[in-house]
């Protein structure tokens, strides 16, 4: 067993603000706190993944140089700030017409693979999202799950409760300070 623990991160609500479907980088901005709560987990020695349901792929709305270019730009903001990725993967899939895919959030296909390329614990590793699918992958996968209730997460609260998310927090910086306390 890998004594290598991650933080596997959701982008759109949680890291960056859901506008729908984002399909221009310059659209990206990170919340306010995001660098503060990463840069605290890097210290402490997390990967850092970000797992993304990213379906505008799927509806033409966005093709697959469009969604690199999205994620250089999360990545740079990220740098920026102190916080560099460790690794990023996307479900580019569109639900309603590819079927059941084994990668789209809540299924735990991203997470599985994150844990697998990177030789991580999934007992000592962490999910921040903000919805009850981030929860759930988080929990098929082995990993505890953390919500915030930025983006849709002051509506999956309650869903979320039903079924135990490790916490419900503000933010990702107070999801770095809850993980933290508990390793």
Same mark, same amino acid.
């Given at each position: 067993?890998?004594?290598?623990?991650?933080?596997?991160?959701?982008?759109?609500?949680?890291?960056?603000?859901?506008?729908?479907?984002?399909?221009?980088?310059?659209?990206?901005?990170?919340?306010?706190?995001?660098?503060?709560?990463?840069?605290?987990?890097?210290?402490?020695?997390?990967?850092?993944?970000?797992?993304?349901?990213?379906?505008?792929?799927?509806?033409?709305?966005?093709?697959?140089?469009?969604?690199?270019?999205?994620?250089?730009?999360?990545?740079?903001?990220?740098?920026?700030?102190?916080?560099?990725?460790?690794?990023?993967?996307?479900?580019?899939?569109?639900?309603?017409?590819?079927?059941?895919?084994?990668?789209?959030?809540?299924?735990?296909?991203?997470?599985?693979?994150?844990?697998?390329?990177?030789?991580? %614990?999934? /007992? &000592?590793?962490?999910?921040? !999202?903000?919805? *009850?699918? #981030? +929860?759930? =992958? $988080?929990? @098929?996968?082995?990993?505890?799950?953390?919500?915030?209730?930025?983006?849709?997460?002051?509506?999956?609260? %309650?869903? /979320? &409760?039903?079924?135990?998310? !490790?916490?419900? *927090?503000? #933010? +990702?910086? =107070? $999801?770095? @300070?809850?993980?933290?306390?508990?390793?």
């Amino acid at each position: 067993m890998s004594a290598r623990w991650g933080v596997f991160l959701d982008r759109d609500g949680t890291l960056v603000p859901d506008s729908g479907y984002m399909t221009r980088p310059e659209d990206l901005r990170l919340y306010a706190r995001v660098g503060e709560g990463l840069r605290l987990l890097r210290r402490a020695g997390a990967r850092l993944l970000v797992v993304s349901n990213q379906s505008a792929v799927g509806r033409g709305l966005l093709d697959a140089r469009g969604l690199a270019r999205m994620d250089r730009r999360l990545r740079a903001l990220l740098r920026e700030v102190g916080a560099p990725l460790d690794g990023t993967y996307y479900c580019p899939h569109y639900p309603e017409t590819d079927g059941g895919c084994d990668c789209r959030k809540p299924a735990p296909g991203l997470l599985l693979r994150g844990l697998r390329e990177h030789d991580l %614990d999934p /007992a &000592r590793s962490f999910l921040i !999202g903000d919805t *009850v699918s #981030d +929860v759930e =992958a $988080a929990r @098929r996968a082995g990993v505890t799950p953390v919500l915030v209730l930025t983006g849709r997460g002051l509506r999956s609260r %309650d869903a /979320a &409760r039903r079924g135990p998310a !490790g916490a419900v *927090v503000r #933010d +990702v910086a =107070a $999801a770095a @300070r809850w993980i933290l306390e508990r390793r």
